[in-house]
Every structure is written in C-alpha cells, then in structure tokens.
C-alpha cells in the first residue's frame, strides 16, 4: 500500500497516473538490469534475449534475476547491476559532451558506485572523481571501483563542503543526491515503510546543503547534472528553482525521443527542464533527472605544479616485469605503494590531495617487500596492460572457490605470482609454490555464500 499522503503530494505533478502508478506498484513485476563494461571483453548479455536499455547502449534487461553472487563475471567487473533509470545519465553526457571526453568529472555522492561506473566508461580517457561522505560506504564504492578497473579515478571520502578550495575546477558536477527514496517504492518495502513528507523537507534542505558546497567547484560554463530518485516536486523541480534563484545558472534541454515515454517538466519559476522517469511509464524505477549549466565565474586560485613520491630505479626494474608502462601513464609512490595514473592527471592526485581524503588513485600497482616485488589486486583486476606473466583459467567451480578465498585444486606449470581468469577476465593473484598455492584474494571481499 502507497501511503496516501505521498499520493495527495504528487498527484497534480505532471505525467502522473494515479491508476496505472498503482497498479505498477501492485503487479509482481521486477525489472533486473544490467551495465557491461566496455573495458572487459564479456558478451553473455549481447545474446537476442537481452533487450537494450534505449538510453544507454551498455545497458541491458535481464529476463530474470540471477545469482550475481554464484556469477564470477560479476566479481571480475564485467558489469555493474544498475537499475535502468539511472542508465539516462549516459544519454545526458553523450548530448552535453559528445566525442569530448577528456574532461574532469565530480561525482558528490557516489556510492555504491552506479554512476561513477557509468561516468568511467564514458570519461574513458578523462578523470573521474567519486566522492562518499560516509566511510563504510566509500569503501563499497573504492571496491566497486577497483573492480570496474579503470584508471583515471579518484576515490575520496569527504563531506561536500571539503570540495570548496577547489575553485572552477570540474567541467561537471555529478550529483545524485540521497532523497526519500519513493522512486523505489516498487523495489523496496522499507522505502515505502520509512516515507514521510517530513523526511521529503529534510530531504530537500539537505540537498540545498550539498549543491551549495560544491558549486564554487564547477567551472565556468560546466554542468551540474542533479539527480533523485525521489517523485516528490521538493527534491526535483523545486531544487532546479531554488539553483536558478541563487546562482547563475542556465537550464539545458535534452533531447528525448517521444517513444522513450520521459516526461519533460519544467519549474514553476524558471521554467527549467527536468525528467521524471514513472514505472507505469518506462522500464525502469522512478528518476529524476536535470542539467544546468553554470554561467557565472570566480576568481580561480592557481595550484602550484607539484611532485609526488617517485619509484627508485630498482623499484622500476623489478616492476617492470609485471606491467607495460604506456608512455601516458605516470607512477607515484604513497607510503610504501606504487600507483599509476595517466599522466595528465598525475597533478591532479597532487592537488586533491592537499585537502582531501582520498581513499583510492588510479591503479595501484605494488610494492616492494624485500627483494620482491609484490603486485597489488588492483593490477590484478584493473585495465592496464600487463606484461607476459603467467595465467591460469579456473572454470567456474575453481573460480568460485578462488572468490570464497579458498584453495583451489589444479595446479600451475608456472611457479610464483600467477594471473588467475574466468572466460579470460582476470580474478585475481595466486602465489604458486612447490606444493601447495597461497590465494591472494582480498579477504574483505570473499564471497561468504557457499
Ligand atoms: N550515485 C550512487 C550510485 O549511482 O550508485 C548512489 C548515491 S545515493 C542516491 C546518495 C548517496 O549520498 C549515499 O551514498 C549517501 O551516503 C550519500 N549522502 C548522504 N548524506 C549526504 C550528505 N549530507 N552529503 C553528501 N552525500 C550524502
């Protein structure tokens, strides 16, 4: 049962069917979708029986919901399980964006990870900058991350307010703010159990909050893309007004064939476009969506050029063994890690690090202990090139014994570290010693369910 105060609330809203949004919240039906990634060669859901997300071309229906806990696909990072909704984000960047993907990206509130993924695989060659403010979760997001395996991420954990030093300094602020939640109502019980209109108001200041910490970030000219999952007009349109009434800013239109059934909407003051995504309506769950673009500019402070820890040269020697260096890509040593990130980038890891926590940078490569050098998961699972090293291909009983963390019974003609892969995407590190195998997965990552 919808609560009918949250009804009486968003009835006049438009594009809104009382009846048909009922009787979609009544029906048995779930949707499952899911987001391959273009970085690991995995075509299971190219198949005719997946139907494409129309907004987002890595994006697919499943026909029913697996174990994508049994899935060792999933655990590689061949996909990201993301409600199709939320998949319009693709579309939104592909318009405002095009083939310029070399841009510097923050995303404010990104765990678990959904639209970070997404912004990776579309930034492919620019920086993406995934922000959580509480701790438990941004270590779920730096772990779905470091799955997603690619480089030219940041991970911070930080409240919104901490972003402020860095003046004019993202061509987008993604923010996909938390809300009260009612576009999952279909999905989630607890959603429809924990809904109240005074948790939309708290929701909606909270919001403001987090949009005014971090605008002073955005350039000039940059894009604020905000999003809910939230029907309610406090949290959407209301919060496009309250922008529009602060800060100079310009509403975008997005096109949208008329066949994809997103309602357009527009606020009541400004007139700025939004986009309501009802289930009666499309398949997906309830999503709000809007873009502005910032059209006022402040002085910009200038970040000093600056060096971060280098690898010794014997360090590189034994490296070099387990990784081609593309000439772009530039390490850095934290502590006693080597990490990688594409040069371009390399400052800005400086420059966030100055004021940030940040909890993961590009690609860890390894570290020397003692004689050895020892490589980190992340290479493991992360796209950079890797030079010849042994691998071993487990089928799907050996590669889920390696995800539980347990030994594995075959054996390895090659001795020491060893690429471990499932259909070729790479599991993670096994050490290979006369007798017996030593399994290198990250214990905090184990599957628990046998
Ligand atoms: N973007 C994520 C994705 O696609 O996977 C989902 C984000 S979820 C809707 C909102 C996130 O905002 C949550 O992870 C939550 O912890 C975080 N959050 C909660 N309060 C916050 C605050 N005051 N400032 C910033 N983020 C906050």
């Not at 594409?342 to 940078?361: F, H, T």
Request: proline share 3%; net charge neutral; hydrophobic share 35%.
């Amino acid at each position: 049962m919808l609560p009918e105060n949250f009804i009486q609330s968003v009835q006049h809203l438009k594009g809104f069917d009382k009846e048909k949004f009922e009787a979609i919240h009544n029906s048995e039906e779930q949707i499952t979708s899911v987001r391959i990634n273009p970085e690991k060669k995995c075509s299971i859901f190219l198949e005719e029986e997946y139907k494409q997300v129309a907004w987002c071309k890595y994006g697919f229906y499943l026909p029913e919901r697996p174990s994508f806990t049994l899935d060792p696909c999933f655990h590689a990072g061949a996909y990201y399980v993301q409600e199709a909704s939320s998949m319009f984000l693709w579309h939104i960047v592909e318009q405002i964006f095009g083939t310029n993907t070399e841009q510097k990206i923050l995303d404010v509130c990104a765990a678990p990870g959904g639209k970070s993924t997404l912004l990776a695989s579309y930034f492919y060659n620019g920086l993406i900058v995934s922000n959580e403010v509480i701790k438990q979760r941004a270590a779920v997001l730096a772990e779905n991350i470091t799955k997603w395996g690619t480089t030219n991420n940041i991970v911070t954990n930080n409240d919104p307010k901490n972003f402020a030093y860095l003046k004019n300094y993202f061509d987008a602020v993604v923010i996909d703010a938390p809300c009260s939640g009612s576009g999952m109502f279909r999905k989630d019980v607890t959603a429809v159990e924990e809904w109240s209109l005074d948790n939309v108001t708290l929701c909606s200041q909270r919001q403001q909050r987090i949009i005014a910490d971090v605008w002073d970030s955005l350039k000039e000219n940059g894009y604020l893309i905000y999003s809910t999952c939230s029907y309610s007009e406090e949290e959407n349109e209301q919060i496009t007004d309250w922008i529009m009434d602060n800060f100079i800013a310009k509403s975008v239109q997005i096109f949208i064939p008329n066949n994809w059934h997103i309602e357009t909407t527009q606020s009541n003051k400004h007139k700025a476009f939004g986009y309501r995504f009802y289930p009666d309506k499309i398949k997906g769950e309830g999503f709000f969506i809007t873009v502005l673009q910032k059209k006022e500019s402040i002085a910009t402070h200038k970040f000093k050029q600056q060096q971060l820890q280098q690898p010794t040269k014997q360090e590189l020697a034994l490296l070099n063994s387990f990784i081609v260096l593309q000439n772009e890509v530039k390490l850095f040593k934290y502590h006693n890690e080597i990490k990688a990130i594409d040069e371009k980038w390399y400052n800005d890891v400086a420059i966030l690090s100055q004021q940030l926590y940040i909890k993961k940078a590009g690609t860890i490569i390894g570290e020397i202990k003692g004689k050895d050098f020892v490589p980190h998961h992340e290479l493991a699972v992360g796209t950079l090139r890797l030079s010849n090293i042994a691998t071993l291909e487990l089928d799907k009983d050996n590669a889920l014994q390696y995800l539980r963390k347990k030994e594995i019974a075959v054996s390895s003609p090659n001795k020491g570290m060893v690429l471990v892969t499932y259909q070729g995407l790479s599991l993670g590190w096994i050490k290979v010693m006369q007798h017996r195998m030593n399994n290198y997965y990250p214990s905090e990552w184990r599957i628990l369910k046998s």
